[in-house]
C-alpha cells in the first residue's frame, strides 16, 4: 500500500511494511547498473533507515570495528558523541557498499 501524507512528499510504502536491511548477509548488487536504472529521485534514505543506521554504527564502534583516528579522537563509550561523519564513512559505509557492488548507501538500503 502506498501513501503520501502531504502533497510534497514522495509515494512510499509505510515504514513499517518494509524490512530492515541486513547488513551482516548483505546481497551483492551491480551498483553502476543500480545508479544507471533506478533515477536519482528514487535515491532515498528514511527516518526509520537512519535510525537504523546510528544503531548499526553504535555497534560497529562497541565492536571496535569503528576506531577513533588521529583526525577523530572520539571516545567509543561516549553515546551522544560518536565519530565524525568522516570516520563512518571511511570505515564503515565505503567498505560496506564496496562489498556490496559499490551503490551508494541509498540504492544499497533500497535497491
Do not use: Y
Not at 18 to 24: A, C, I, S
Not at 85 to 103: E, M, Y
Amino acid at each position: 500500500v502506498l501513501r503520501r501524507t502531504r502533497p510534497d512528499q514522495f509515494w512510499q510504502a509505510p515504514p513499517s511494511s518494509r524490512p530492515v536491511m541486513d547488513f551482516e548477509t548483505l546481497p551483492v548488487r551491480d551498483g553502476l547498473a543500480l545508479h544507471r536504472s533506478v533515477p536519482p529521485e528514487s535515491w532515498c534514505v528514511t527516518k526509520r533507515d537512519l535510525v537504523e543506521f546510528r544503531k548499526l554504527v553504535k555497534r560497529h564502534v562497541a565492536e571496535g570495528r569503528i576506531k577513533p583516528t588521529e583526525l577523530d579522537k572520539f571516545d567509543p563509550a561516549d553515546d551522544r558523541i560518536g565519530p565524525c561523519i568522516h570516520t563512518v564513512n571511511q570505515q564503515f559505509i565505503r567498505p560496506l557498499t564496496h562489498a556490496g557492488g559499490d551503490a551508494s548507501w541509498a540504492l544499497t538500503c533500497h535497491p
